[in-house]
């Protein structure tokens, strides 16, 4: 059955069911058991069935609508982003645009975008295939910023150089180091994980006997990490800058000043936040020009929105290396 023809009726007829109870399960309603919204949800993706966006004319205001999906202001890369994002979409004037505040990146989102008439979300946030599936059968785009990982065709994908900036940590590092010993500081994710794996890589085909571990910062204390700055591991990696500071400060509070007690304490971070927000405390890190990443965003965006059968897109955005170090 070509996709023209595909209609809420066809599907319904499919399962002997009602129009309504088809249009109920696609946009995941509590009064359709789980079972048959799976199974109406998987016939309307095997048929290639579109909504009806007649809807569209119901608009107060014609442009397309962008969500922006925040769980929380406390991932400071991301609200870097959206501040300059919401200032392009200001200037531009092209698109409305809204905030949805959810903890989780769930399938409520997407009933909040098919509710307010949104055309496309941007998220930092990974999606579940339920997720995913649900926006695929409500024709809602998604963008999705920092962790190009995912191997969804769907998805449209703007993140920084991660491998790239993972090489440069390592060669930073590297230029420092005496003792050969090595700390990636991370968390248990697909981007930590991934960001890990190039650092000892490259430093490893820097120097093949250095010694690189692997500290998850979710399930260890802080003072195991004290005890390895101690034996000598005096060279560390942090996953993002948010887990920088926060682990430098529990140190601090360990020992007075810990830069001060390990004088060849080395440390880099990832995305800049210092070049940012004024106030935050100078150290290495791999920095975004945030500017440019909600401008490159802006145009995955509008290319999706105006040619919406083009191949997914997945740019990767430069990164550079920020030199500053803990005072």
Known sequence: MSTKNVSLKSIASYFNVSINTVSHALRDMDDVSDELKTKIRQKAIELGYMPNRVAQSMKKDERPVIAIGLGS????YFSAFCNEIVNIFTEKNEYGF???YEHEMNT???KQCVLQRVDLLVTHADIAKDVEELARLNNIHIVLV?????KNEYLDMVTPDNERGSKLAARYLANFCGAKRYVYIGIDYSLSDYRYAIFQEELRLLDK???VVFFNSEKR???ELFSLISSGYTNLFFYNDMTAYRILAELDKMALDICKLYPDLHIIGFDGLC???YGMKQIATICIDYRQLAETTYNVIKNRLEQPAIPRQNVIFP???HQGRVK
């Open 98 to 100: 809204l905030f949805i």
């Open 146 to 150: 920092g962790n190009n990982l995912h």
């Open 73 to 76: 202001f406390i991932n400071l």
């Open 108 to 110: 409520d989102v997407i």
């Open 319 to 321: 990164v550079f290396l």
């Open 209 to 211: 006997d250095c010694d």
């Open 275 to 277: 070049n940012i927000i």
């Open 221 to 223: 204390k802080v003072q």
